[in-house]
């Protein structure tokens, strides 16, 4: 058995790549707008020559994009994502007691799920977030004034500042500086693969299931 194992595909990957790419524009052209500098280009604005307001709105634009993809074309990934973000195991409270201790020394409870429980509570919160991010930054566009402009306005600036830290958590996580996750960056990069080490350690409910199904599929061809 080879010592890597491969736990996304490439169409996931870049899914994946233009999501955080437009979240990551919105974030730095929100959080410049929320600052008061609109009068004032960002980095990004002056490199491209378009104003922070026009790139905000043309990144959200791009979202809403994304999430009507993720919808249809590939709805069957998308409930695949929803089962496994809303299932509840038994030890998954545990789980969470070890988990800030466990995410410096790498000893995980075990867990089955594709996605151990803190990546499910985060995954739920996120799409609820970055949903509400849309919808209130679609209708923005829509209304001019009045008390329903000023009331999308606050639920979209505390849809960002509830958002942020958590992206940022979830960039901490990934990136594979916390000793407990070192490695877990290349489940979703440079071609997907992770050694398996790693996905034992992280996921082993999936490795084991993932096991299975490989040889499931060889004992079927041979």
Do not use: C, K
Request: proline letters at 4%; charged letters at 20%.
């Amino acid at each position: 058995m080879t010592g890597t194992v491969r736990r996304y595909s490439r169409r996931t990957r870049w899914f994946h790549a233009g999501t955080y790419v437009t979240v990551l524009v919105l974030l730095g052209t929100g959080w410049w707008l929320v600052a008061g500098r609109e009068g004032e280009p960002s980095p990004l604005a002056r490199a491209t020559g378009v104003a922070d307001t026009t790139i905000h709105t043309y990144a959200g634009w791009a979202l809403a994009a994304l999430s009507a993809l993720a919808v249809t074309v590939g709805a069957r990934a998308a409930r695949t994502f929803l089962a496994e973000s809303v299932r509840v195991d038994r030890g998954d409270a545990r789980w969470f007691v070890r988990w800030p201790a466990a995410a410096f020394t790498g000893r995980f409870p075990y867990h089955a799920g594709h996605f151990d429980p803190g990546q499910r509570a985060a995954n739920l919160l996120l799409v609820a977030l970055l949903a509400t991010l849309v919808g209130t930054g679609v209708a923005l566009t829509l209304v001019t004034g009045g008390p329903g402009f000023v009331w999308l306005a606050r639920l979209h600036r505390w849809s960002t500042y509830l958002v942020t830290p958590l992206i940022a958590g979830h960039v901490l996580i990934a990136s594979g500086v916390l000793p407990g996750y070192r490695g877990v960056g290349r489940a979703m990069h440079l071609g997907g693969r992770l050694r398996r080490d790693v996905a034992r350690r992280v996921w082993p409910g999936w490795l084991a299931r993932h096991d299975a199904a490989d040889a499931d599929r060889r004992e079927r061809v041979g």
